[in-house]
C-alpha cells in the first residue's frame, strides 16, 4: 500500500544523488547531537523520513526540497517534553542558492517557520496552527555545503495562540564556534475551524 510509510524508499529520496554517510555520521557523533540524546527531557525523531509517502510527496521539505544537493539528509529533531523547545539539525546542499555558494534566504525563513511548528504544535489545543507573523533578522550568509542547527522556543502561550522565538547557527566540528545566521520571532494561531487538521507531523 503506498501510503504506508517505508524508511528505506524515504532514505533513497535524499541519497538518489550521491551517498549521505559522512553527512549523517557527522551529525549524528557532534557534540549536540550526543547531549540531547542523554538529555531525558528531550525526544528524537526524523518525521520527514517516516512520513507516509503519499504526504512526503506533497511536502516542501520531505519531497521537494529532499536531495543529494539540496536538504541532504532527513532533519534530525529534538523535542522538548515539555513542549517548550526544539532542536533542529541539517546540512544544506548546492542547489538551495540564490547567489553561488550562498543559501537562499528565503529557504532559511522555510526552516524557522518549519521548526517554529514543530516547536509549538503539540502544545495548541488541536495540536495544528498557523503562521500569523514571522520576522526574520539575517545576521550572516549561510554557506552552501554547510551544517546548521536550529534553535526554537515558546516565549507564550495563550488560548490559540503561540510566540516563539529562535535561531540558525552552524554547527562546527572540533569544537570551532558557531556562526550565528539568523534570528527570528513568530506568531502561529490555531485555526478556529482546526478539528481534524493535525496530526500528520506530530511523530
Request: hydrophobic letters at 40%.
Amino acid at each position: 500500500m503506498s501510503h504506508i510509510p517505508n524508511m528505506v524508499h524515504a532514505g533513497r529520496r535524499y541519497a538518489s544523488r550521491g551517498g549521505t554517510k559522512s553527512i549523517e555520521n557527522f551529525i549524528c557523533t557532534h557534540p549536540i547531537t550526543q547531549n540531547l540524546r542523554s538529555n531525558r527531557r528531550f525526544t528524537e525523531s526524523r518525521p520527514h523520513l517516516h512520513a507516509p509517502d503519499i504526504l512526503r510527496g506533497k511536502s516542501l521539505l520531505g519531497g521537494s526540497l529532499a536531495g543529494s544537493d539540496k536538504i541532504t539528509v532527513p532533519p534530525y529533531i529534538f523535542k522538548e517534553n515539555n513542549g517548550k523547545r526544539c532542536v533542529m539539525m541539517m546540512h544544506l546542499g548546492s542547489d538551495v542558492c540564490s547567489h553561488p555558494g550562498v543559501v537562499h534566504g528565503g529557504l532559511l525563513a522555510t526552516l524557522l517557520d518549519e521548526s517554529f511548528a514543530w516547536c509549538c504544535f503539540p502544545r495548541l489545543p488541536e495540536k495544528v496552527g498557523v503562521t500569523a507573523n514571522l520576522s526574520v533578522d539575517y545576521r550572516a550568509p549561510a554557506l552552501a555545503g554547510s551544517y546548521i542547527v536550529l534553535n526554537a522556543e515558546i516565549v507564550k502561550l495563550e488560548g490559540r495562540k503561540a510566540w516563539l522565538e529562535g535561531r540558525i547557527e552552524t554547527l562546527e566540528a572540533g569544537g570551532a564556534d558557531s556562526t550565528l545566521i539568523a534570528e527570528a520571532r513568530a506568531l502561529f494561531v490555531q485555526p478556529k475551524q482546526a478539528a481534524g487538521l493535525g496530526g500528520v507531523y506530530l511523530t
